[in-house]
């Protein structure tokens, strides 16, 4: 049988079934889609590629879903570190982004982000910022998957102007990518503090017209709750919850300070939630309870936030310190194991996302975003269990290649699809404009 692609591995690690490890499997891809997963013996025998792959030390697996993140901040990677989340926001982040956000920004920052997340194994991105066409525009031109947000905040910006301005700009950028195979779109209300009843009452309207998520930051920090409970008389979720927001469509965003009420609520309503490790530690906004949501039945994703505040967009990083983060809040080691921690920064990613059934794992008729990590180096021999070896030893220089829908983007750790140098020459030149 004829197919474009045959990549046959050490291992394969399909996610689905959790903590499965095909040893010396391939996998055949046609038309952008996993055709089949086999030994590859047979695959050798079976299939008629136009393009082989032999990766002898290599771990093959789904490449990952970034739940959360704000690309086109990799221009601020570094601007304002070791700050509290709202001084960080109110002092440094906003200003600088009324100052600078533009299409531009968005565009140089975007490929800047594209070109660390490719290099990672990120093939999928859900991003919430200004500008989102540009972001659109260039994660199609990198050959990334993406979930775009429709940003709405309550007061004015660089993107727009007012309520109206921001509905009618995000509609338009839906209906330019309804049918993109490779961009979908959110509503992304910026948070509860920042976005009042009215307009969150229509987004919540919108989205199950539209049928697409929410993506939006929730319980993220103690003043958050404080300053719901000064103005509402209520915490965030229960107000979010009166107002009809809690459901599959929601992804809520970091939830760092959660009581078993909330728990119990957001379980209740089948609400997806995207853990931030990094960010949240470094910001010192509080600690998301996995393991408690994970119990209770929620569907947990990760995510990397944005560089500014990360300041990485390194899913390896960001599974071994969510695993790490788990065990010590719960006393028990085992706690995230390490095939869990990878199904937070794939399937369950992706069924936050809304797209478990094209991407997430690696099976017959899903989409083939692929990427292979060189187990072969020092620091992750010898080789007991590759997944433990991945989350536990390897970092992201050993991801070689990446694929998305059949696509190579990555080739031995080549950027196939973003200019390097010139993504390096921008972000050089925004230094000099936020510094200016």
Not at 31 to 40: M, Q, S, T
Not at 80 to 85: E, H, K, R, S, V
Not at 193 to 201: D, F, M, R
Not at 291 to 315: F, I, K, Q, R
Request: glycine share 6%.
């Amino acid at each position: 049988m004829n197919v474009d692609t045959l990549i046959c591995a050490r291992w394969v690690i399909p996610v689905e079934p959790q903590g499965a490890v095909l040893p010396d499997h391939a996998v055949a891809v046609d038309g952008g889609r996993i055709v089949d997963v086999l030994p590859a013996e047979q695959a050798r025998v079976r299939y008629r590629p136009l393009n082989v792959h032999e990766l002898d030390g290599h771990a093959l697996l789904p490449g990952f879903v970034n739940a959360h993140t704000h690309a086109a901040m990799s221009l601020f990677r570094g601007l304002a570190d070791d700050l509290p989340l709202m001084d960080w926001l109110n002092q440094h982040i906003w200003p600088a982004e009324q100052r600078l956000a533009s299409p531009q920004f968005v565009s140089d920052g975007s490929r800047l982000a594209f070109a660390e997340m490719i290099r990672g194994g990120t093939t999928c991105f859900n991003d919430m910022y200004f500008f989102p066409e540009q972001t659109a525009e260039a994660a199609v031109e990198a050959g990334m998957r993406a979930l775009l947000g429709l940003v709405f905040i309550d007061f004015p910006t660089a993107w727009a102007r007012d309520a109206d301005d921001y509905f009618a700009r995000g509609l338009a950028l839906h209906d330019r990518y309804k049918n993109h195979p490779l961009i979908r779109t959110a509503f992304a209300p910026h948070s509860p503090y920042t976005v009042s009843n009215a307009p969150l009452t229509k987004i919540n309207a919108l989205a199950q017209e539209l049928g697409i998520p929410i993506h939006m930051h929730v319980h993220e920090s103690e003043e958050e709750i404080a300053q719901s409970m000064d103005l509402h008389g209520k915490r965030p979720l229960e107000r979010l919850a009166e107002l009809g927001l809690l459901g599959p469509q929601l992804i809520a965003v970091h939830m760092t300070r959660l009581e078993w009420p909330d728990i119990e609520l957001v379980a209740k309503h089948g609400v997806h939630v995207t853990h931030c490790p990094q960010s949240n530690l470094k910001l010192a906004s509080g600690f998301c309870p996995v393991t408690d949501l994970l119990g209770a039945g929620v569907n947990v994703a990760l995510g990397t936030d944005g560089a500014a505040s990360n300041n990485d967009l390194d899913m390896i990083d960001e599974m071994r310190s969510a695993a790490l983060l788990a065990k010590g809040m719960a006393g028990d080691p085992r706690a995230l194991p390490a095939a869990q921690a990878l199904t937070l920064a794939t399937l369950n990613a992706a069924r936050a996302l809304g797209m478990d059934q094209l991407i997430g794992s690696l099976v017959k008729d899903k989409q083939a975003d692929l990427i292979a990590i060189d187990l072969n180096r020092p620091e992750t021999q010898p080789v007991f269990d590759p997944i433990s070896q991945i989350i536990y030893s390897a970092d992201r220089s050993q991801v070689t290649d990446v694929w998305v829908a059949g696509r190579q983007l990555l080739r031995e750790r080549e950027l196939l699809t973003i200019n390097e140098a010139e993504a390096l020459e921008r972000a050089r030149e925004w230094r000099g404009k936020v510094l200016s």
